[in-house]
Every structure is written in structure tokens, then in C-alpha cells.
């Protein structure tokens, strides 16, 4: 997904059922899911918390909304959800990772080839491994360059918003290189309406006179980090309103930040050559990313409810 994850190892992989060495998790050429796309996955952080604890960070709603992801898709995942979750921590264990990233994947299997899957098995994976700050340790402190994109995120009747579901990354990735290829960090996509959406694999907010806007969930994923810092944000005492933005909107704002499992709190500094505020971190953003910062290391009691510990 970026250079920060080029070549990724471990040691056991969880699939289907039981763990597999990292070198043998392979999968037949007629994959179902490698030809048509049709499948969904999660994004979880496992952390280090100050006391020396592994703990993983909102893993309940991440294993809720890869359900709901298979649900809105028609797949039926072979496993109850709790198995799921002690999957993630099983993998975690497996691999003695401290922290990192996982990856839930549901995918079909091969059998039958036709864009119906027939009775094809329905395969669980969970791969865990290391994974720093997605968008660079200088991006969260100076703020990244954003680029608006000339791809629009999916109408929301094309592809379902509300799912992490595979082939809809097709969309991220195009607009992802694009935004590389013209030496930018990051794509912001507009939806079909031309109003801002989210970037290719995380969600948008801005800062305007002190109180924070971000786009309504209608073509957005319902994201998890967003919900966090919504909430951390409303409980600073920080205004949050969920509204339509147009893209020159992001142009003057104070501040820009976005929010996402792989990029946690990343501040944005430019958007299409327009400096955003004073062109480096702003303070609601410094704010909202010590605060993330302080949940998921375990020194704020207050979120202690959102960890799971290892
Ligand atoms: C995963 C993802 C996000 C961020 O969701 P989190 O739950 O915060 O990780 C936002 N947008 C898209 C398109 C995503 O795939």
C-alpha cells in the first residue's frame, strides 16, 4: 500500500481455521477473488502501550465492520465473529509482534469461474506485520502534500461506500499513483457530485475558525479512526460538524488533517499548490493527534475501553 510496506514477512499466517508457516499461505491461480475482485478485508494497529502492554486498538469494530462488509457483499464468512477477533490476537501472538498492523481478508476461493461464485468456499486470512507511520515520520510532524484527483470516488450506487470490500480499490490505487506519479504524498478524490469525499485510503477533515468539518458518511467509508477522532475532538470541547465541503473549501482552510487506521492523524500542508494555513501542522491537528496519540499508548483511562490487550 505505500513504500513503508514494500515486502512484508512474518512467520505463521491464521487461515481458514488454523495457522499456516508465512511461505505456504498461497492460494490457486483461479482464485475467485483474484479475478473479479469480490472480497473485503480490515486495516487494525496493535500498539505498545507506555506500561508495556500489546494492545490493539478498537478491535471489536474493526471485526464488526468486516462483517458488515461481507454482509453488504453477499458472503458469508465460515466463522463466528468471536473466532474472527481471537484470530487477530492469535496472529499477533504467533508472530510475537509487539505492534504492528493486521489484515483480515475474506475471499472466495476457486471452483467455479463464471462472475457467479457458485458454491466456491468462502477463505478467511489473518496476516499481521510490522508497519511504521504510512505516510512517513515527517508527513505527521510537517503535514503532507495532497493532491485533488482527477479520479471520482465511486457513485455510491456503482460500488457500496459502506464496505472495505477489494476490487473497489481499484479507484484508491489509481488515484494513489496518480498522486505519486505528479510528486504528491496523497489523493483526495471528489464524489460524483463534485464535492469532497476522502482520500484513497482515509478519511477528510478541515479546520475552519476552530471548529472541525468533515464530509457527511453518504459516499465515504465509515471509518473507525474518524469516529475516534470525532469523538476525541467533541470531547476537547471542539466543535465537529458533518457537512457538504466543495474543493476550494479546502483551499482555505486553516487546517486539513486526515484520519485512517495506516495513517492515524496525518496533517495535510498543501492541497494543488495552495498552502493550507501555515503551511505546516496546525494546532486543533496537533491537538487531535497527541490526543489519538494518548489513547492508543494506554495514558488516557478515559479510552482505556477501546484496547484490547494482547
Ligand atoms: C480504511 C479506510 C478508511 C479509514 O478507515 P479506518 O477505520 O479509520 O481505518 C477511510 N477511507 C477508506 C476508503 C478506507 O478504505
Given amino acids: 500500500m505505500s513504500d513503508a510496506a514494500g515486502g512484508v514477512s512474518g512467520d505463521k499466517i491464521w487461515l481458514d481455521g488454523g495457522f499456516v508457516d508465512w511461505d505456504d499461505a498461497n492460494v490457486h491461480i483461479l482464485t475467485h477473488t483474484l479475478h473479479y475482485g469480490l472480497g473485503v478485508f480490515e486495516g487494525i494497529r496493535c500498539y505498545r502501550t507506555d506500561d508495556g502492554r500489546s494492545a490493539v486498538f478498537r478491535l471489536p469494530e474493526h471485526v464488526k465492520r468486516l462483517y458488515d462488509s461481507a454482509h453488504i457483499n453477499l458472503l458469508e464468512i465460515p466463522f463466528p465473529r468471536d473466532r474472527v477477533q481471537n484470530a487477530v490476537l492469535e496472529t499477533l501472538r504467533a508472530n510475537r509482534l509487539e505492534e504492528g498492523y493486521i489484515r483480515p481478508l475474506v475471499f472466495i476461493g476457486d471452483g467455479a469461474m463464471g462472475l457467479h461464485p457458485g458454491d466456491n468456499p468462502i477463505r478467511v486470512a489473518v496476516i499481521a506485520w510490522p508497519w511504521g507511520k504510512y505516510l512517513g515520520e515527517e508527513g505527521m510532524e510537517r503535514g503532507i502534500r495532497a493532491k485533488v484527483s482527477t479520479f471520482a470516488r465511486h457513485f455510491?450506487?456503482?460500488?457500496?461506500?459502506?464496505?472495505?470490500?477489494?476490487?473497489?480499490?481499484?479507484?484508491?490505487?489509481?488515484?494513489?499513483?496518480?498522486?505519486?506519479?505528479?510528486?504528491?504524498?496523497?489523493?483526495?478524490?471528489?464524489?460524483?457530485?463534485?464535492?469532497?469525499?476522502?482520500?484513497?485510503?482515509?478519511?477528510?477533515?478541515?479546520?475552519?475558525?476552530?471548529?472541525?468539518?468533515?464530509?457527511?458518511?453518504?459516499?465515504?467509508?465509515?471509518?473507525?479512526?474518524?469516529?475516534?477522532?470525532?469523538?476525541?475532538?467533541?470531547?476537547?470541547?471542539?466543535?465537529?460538524?458533518?457537512?457538504?465541503?466543495?474543493?476550494?473549501?479546502?483551499?482555505?482552510?486553516?487546517?486539513?488533517?486526515?484520519?485512517?487506521?495506516?495513517?492515524?492523524?496525518?496533517?495535510?500542508?498543501?492541497?494543488?499548490?495552495?498552502?493550507?494555513?501555515?503551511?505546516?501542522?496546525?494546532?486543533?491537528?496537533?491537538?487531535?493527534?497527541?490526543?489519538?496519540?494518548?489513547?492508543v499508548s494506554g495514558r488516557d483511562a478515559k479510552y482505556e475501553r477501546w484496547l484490547t490487550t494482547v
Fill in 156 to 295: 455510491v450506487n456503482a460500488k457500496m461506500t459502506k464496505g472495505k470490500t477489494c476490487g473497489d480499490y481499484v479507484n484508491s490505487i489509481l488515484a494513489k499513483r496518480e498522486a505519486l506519479l505528479d510528486g504528491y504524498d496523497e489523493a483526495i478524490l471528489l464524489d460524483t457530485q463534485g464535492l469532497v469525499s476522502e482520500a484513497s485510503g482515509e478519511n477528510v477533515f478541515l479546520v475552519k475558525g476552530g471548529v472541525i468539518h468533515t464530509p457527511p458518511l453518504t459516499t465515504v467509508l465509515d471509518g473507525i479512526t474518524r469516529d475516534t477522532a470525532i469523538e476525541l475532538a467533541r470531547d476537547k470541547g471542539i466543535d465537529v460538524v458533518e457537512r457538504s465541503i466543495t474543493r476550494d473549501e479546502l483551499y482555505i482552510a486553516d487546517e486539513i488533517f486526515l484520519t485512517g487506521t495506516a495513517a492515524e492523524v496525518t496533517p495535510i500542508r498543501e492541497v494543488d499548490h495552495r498552502q493550507i494555513g501555515e503551511g505546516s501542522r496546525g494546532p486543533i491537528t496537533h491537538t487531535l493527534q497527541t490526543a489519538f496519540f494518548d489513547v
